[in-house]
């Protein structure tokens, strides 16, 4: 990377997955040379656009946060009830723009019933986000992606993140299977860090890493190394496909027509289980 001439950028983005706070300062220190904004988004296909973000040079940067929200935008913290302040739940929005969806086409009804009815005044979004003192926002992936862990409500974004600040991760996915005694088990896709060997070794450093972050309940129980994730062009991970893998699924994993790289769901499938 420090090889190129980067003095030309200004600006650096951040769009798909959620960015954990260490690779936001490598993304800062190195690709940017610690001199560039970076603007991390937040919006949905069904948004139509991004509601929360931060201005380039306007808004003060927090590593892993997608900032503010965007002028006329109201987005909401849904816990037991709008929650004031720092919080944590689902995300919702309560003025959005024009650019959001407004129906499903050929099935109004259905858009009713999951974005809108489920809380009355609020478009439902399903990702979970905590805000902070500040009013900042910090997206933790789809309410979906909580694990159930012997009674234990587990955050696999949390969990990613803990894996990635490890030297020898570059990259992860968390999900459950499901487990008769415990409920569920986490299971994690690795993409090992340049130089890093995939093997048992690795994958007992991740394990401690985890531990030392977030305790043995979180630690994962079966990890699988693999060169690439399932994702869209977009860049979002599939973890629907990653879940069908987990749990053992042999049939049709749906469609990947959307994925960039459709490989990488053979190579999620038969890789080794450490």
Same mark, same amino acid.
């Given at each position: 990377?420090?090889?190129?001439?980067?003095?030309?950028?200004?600006?650096?983005?951040?769009v798909g997955e959620p960015i954990d706070p260490p690779t936001w300062r490598w993304y800062f220190d190195v690709v940017g040379e610690g001199r560039c904004s970076i603007i991390d988004t937040w919006w949905q296909t069904e948004t139509g656009g991004m509601l929360l973000s931060g201005l380039p040079g306007a808004t003060p940067m927090k590593p892993g946060s997608t900032s503010l929200p965007l002028p006329?935008?109201?987005? $909401?913290?849904?816990?037991?009830?709008?929650a004031e302040g +720092?919080?944590?739940?689902?995300? @919702?929005?309560?003025?959005?723009?024009?650019?959001?969806?407004r129906t499903l086409y050929g099935d109004h009804e259905r858009f009713l019933e999951h974005?809108?009815?489920?809380?009355?005044g609020y478009f439902r979004t399903e990702d979970a986000v905590q805000r902070d003192e500040d009013g900042y926002f910090w997206i933790g992936g789809r309410m979906d992606d909580v694990i159930k862990v012997a009674g234990h409500r587990l955050g696999a974004a949390e969990i990613e993140g803990a894996l990635t600040a490890h030297a020898g991760c570059t990259e992860s996915a968390v999900v459950a299977a499901p487990d008769p005694v415990r409920g569920a088990l986490v299971c994690a896709f690795v993409r090992p860090a340049p130089g890093a060997e995939a093997g048992a070794e690795l994958a007992a450093a991740l394990r401690e890493e985890v $531990?030392?972050?977030?305790?043995?309940?979180?630690?994962? +129980?079966a990890i699988r190394?693999? @060169?690439?994730?399932?994702?869209?062009?977009?860049?979002?991970?599939?973890?629907?496909?990653?879940?069908?893998?987990?749990?053992?699924?042999?049939?049709?994993?749906?469609?990947?027509?959307t994925l960039s790289q459709p490989e990488s769901v053979e190579e999620a499938r038969t890789a080794t289980v450490y």
């Open positions: 990377m420090r090889r190129h001439d980067r003095s030309s950028l200004r600006v650096l983005g951040s006329g935008v109201e987005p $909401a913290v849904l816990a037991l009830g709008a +720092s919080a944590e739940g689902e995300l @919702a929005i309560a003025a959005s723009w024009p650019g959001q969806m974005y809108l009815r489920p809380f009355p $531990a030392s972050r977030l305790g043995r309940v979180a630690v994962p +129980s190394f693999v @060169a690439a994730l399932p994702k869209t062009h977009s860049g979002k991970v599939m973890r629907r496909i990653l879940r069908r893998i987990a749990r053992g699924d042999e049939g049709d994993l749906g469609d990947t027509t």
